[in-house]
């Protein structure tokens, strides 16, 4: 198994800065990577130079349009999580607004 790249401190940088505006969501890590969790269940991380967010199969499948990617570390695809697109990336008000989907989805998961 290949060792797992850092991601940038420009990446990390943004993640915070980012998710300091949602203060229910849990700081955790995860593999090393900087992540948010909502009620025991993970809702957004990093991975290597990658946003990851959860999201609802309809949100999954719009998103996917607008050229996000399933995410599949080490091959195998997580269901549910997909790799933010730059575009969307670099939108700060679109990026919200798909973190606040994300909310919506996890907190109606059962707690962890």
């Known amino acids: ?6 991601s940038s401190e420009a990446l990390v940088e943004k993640f915070q800065n980012c998710m300091d505006v949602f203060e229910e969501l849990e700081p955790r890590k995860m593999f090393g990577y900087p992540c948010r969790f909502l009620n025991g269940n993970m809702l957004t991380g990093l991975h290597e130079e990658n946003w990851v967010l959860r999201l609802a199969e309809e949100d999954r499948e719009e998103i996917q349009k607008l050229g996000a990617k399933p995410f599949e570390p080490m091959g195998r695809k997580m ?11 670099g939108d700060e008000t679109q990026l919200k607004a798909w973190i606040k989907r994300s909310i919506a989805f996890v907190d109606a998961l059962p707690p962890k």
């Not at 198994?1 to 850092?6: E, I, P, T």
């Not at 269901?79 to 990336?89: D, G």
């Open 1 to 6: 198994m290949s060792k797992w790249k850092k």
């Open 79 to 89: 269901r549910e999580y997909v790799l933010l697109p730059a575009e969307i990336l």
